[in-house]
């Protein structure tokens, strides 16, 4: 993951966060019904980004094996020749 996409990645979960916060903290709502709307908020934020994040690791796992397949080959060759 290069730099750009992992402030993209960050810039849009902070967003959402504070997009979602203030949305639901300027409803017209009982304190009970807004901790709860922010908790079910929370919860599914923290899936969302469990599930990008888990995205990107196996993304990742696989652009390093590819290298370490890479320098393997290369290494072969030279040892061969």
Same mark, same amino acid.
């Given at each position: ?6 402030? #993209?990645? &960050?810039?849009? !979960? /902070?967003?959402?966060? &504070?997009? /979602?916060?203030?949305? !639901?903290?300027? #409803? ?7 901790? @709860? ?26 652009? &390093?094996?590819? !290298? #370490?397949?890479?320098? @393997?080959? @290369?290494?072969?060759? /030279?040892?061969?020749?």
């Amino acid at each position: 993951m290069d730099k750009s996409t992992g402030k #993209a990645l &960050v810039g849009f !979960i /902070v967003g959402a966060a &504070v997009g /979602v916060a203030a949305g !639901i903290l300027f #409803a017209p709502q009982k304190g009970t019904d807004t901790r @709860k709307e922010l908790r079910k908020k929370a919860d599914e934020l923290s899936k969302e980004v469990t599930s990008k994040v888990g995205e990107k690791m196996d993304e990742m796992k696989k652009y &390093v094996q590819e !290298i #370490a397949d890479d320098a @393997k080959t @290369k290494y072969k060759k /030279v040892e061969d020749a």
